[in-house]
């Protein structure tokens, strides 16, 4: 799906993501008995914005089964998607009224697989949506699908070995359907990625294997729809350069920020903050 | 389900285990819109240059990465296709085992795995290619089918039976020479439920795998001790036949006999299963000890595990 963008679209971008960032800190003041991954949440709310409000094609129910497939890998950021969601029209104020546990819930601190709600995922094991979503990607092709697979994983998720497995068969069989997003927040649980472990340059890493790399500002939404947009006859790579925690002064590059909890007089700081940007 | 005539059984005594699937494949590739079949740099131990050519389409070469290929396996599984995912049984079962447990288990991804080298079949390259977990580890995800063919015959029917069911499967392969055949002619197969080979009294001998044909070895031999055990063909390790085993109540004692550790796997099941009952035959698994071997032939392994024809004997004889 391909829209065109001038003023209207950023405006309208930036109050969707204002209002996801509010959303999300409610969501993560849910958690209270364990920790919010808020930090790494709030670092793609631009790019989820762009992705469930002008560029996936999932809202065509009569071609569902040709959708474009998201996938978020760096499943600890499931409840900013949710939000994300909601405000694409794809989950229901009822839906995310409900509980974050239970059996009555879909909206899962980690995304449980949910076809018919788009939710096209059960997360939680880091490095897995890498090749599932190459499966997918594999067998829309198979079916001559116009869909696209996008894949979100994290730079401390690049760790896995897996995700190097993925993108050796997507780059080496120009798996053009397939779109990797890294967000490039440089935190991970135990530190900053330059001390846990350092990676001099994701880009090159992807081209090297075949992939076409886009390094962006992932907080930017022109430089995220062209990338996200960007037809290739390779894979895509889009390196996104984030801030973790993005939008909350607390939180902003801050390693406690990757997983906390958000008590309430946090929260009010945080959706003032939110409020004023 | 096919009916085997006498010729067409012999004809799969002339492959190996690890043919079948090619065999078998290449009918269903035919007919089979979805048909998948997947491998990690090992297509070519399972034969499958002949669906390759044919069918480019309908395969896919992951390269040596069983994490990848058990993730694209799922994938597109979930998008209706029928996919067959292949390696060495370590390699598709324990390497995999967070991805089957995710994918498989929680995400109810119907893949079809087959491993081969199942047991100490492939002793010769040593303790990583022998798979002496893997019924263990698999048992325990959720819905899975785990399945253990006692030969060609059986896994045809296997590959047959799981066609549209709605679970994941691992099938384990033991046993990598022609022609060692259990079943010399057609029978009734289905899934989840034991096959009585003989019937006989006092003992009842449960194996499955390859290492059947050594214990229908044993029974014989047995005659001339005047020791007639009954014979089971337990070839699904899940769901387990309780009541074949229910019916046994009356034995006096049960031996499992399996390629795979005596922790966990037919002989672990069995034994959860009697152990909630009130009463219930004396049991004795025979399998490996708890151990690695270092490599050698499967026959002498086999030897040093027990489960030689001789040794199988010698322990049924002196059961306590």
Known sequence: MSIKINKNTIKNWSEKAKKIRLETLELSYRCQEEKAHLGGMLSMVEILTVLYNGVLNIKDVKNWAHRDRFILSKGHGSLAMYSAMHHGGLLTDEEMAKDIRGEDTIIYRHSKLNQEKAIEFSSGSLGLGMPYGLGLALGLQKQKADSRVYVMIGDGECNEGVVWESVLFAGSKKVNNFCVIVDKNNIQLDGYTKDVMPVKDYGEIFKSFGFEVLNIDGHDFHEIHNALTLKSDKPIAIIAETIKGKGVSFAENSVNWHSNVLNSELLEIGLKEVNSL | MKKYSNQEIAELSQFAPREIISKVGYVQAQKDDKFIIMYSDIGKSFGVNKITKEFPDKCIEAGISEQNLVGMAAGMSNLGYNVFALSYAPFITSRVLDQIRVYLGYMHSNVRLIGI?????????????????????????????????????????????????????????????????????????????????????????????????????????????????THINMHTVKPLDTALIDSLHNMEHIVTVEEHNVLGGLGGAVAEHLAEKNCHPKLTRIGVNDEFFKANKATVLREKAGLSCDKIVERILNLK
Do not use: W
């Open chain 2, 117 to 229: 080298g199942g047991g100490l079949t492939a002793g010769d390259l040593g303790a990583t290619h022998t798979a002496l977990e893997d019924l263990a580890v698999m048992r325990t995800i959720p819905n899975m089918v785990v399945v253990s063919p006692c030969d060609c015959l059986e896994y045809a029917k296997v590959i047959e039976a799981i066609n549209g069911l709605e679970q994941p499967v691992y099938i384990r392969l033991t046993g990598g020479k022609v022609g060692e055949m259990v079943y010399e002619k057609d029978y009734d197969f289905q899934i989840g439920k034991g096959v009585v080979l003989k019937e006989g009294r006092k003992i009842a001998i449960i194996s499955n795998g390859n290492i059947t044909k050594e214990v229908a070895l044993a029974i014989d031999k047995l005659k001339a001790h005047g020791v007639f055990p």
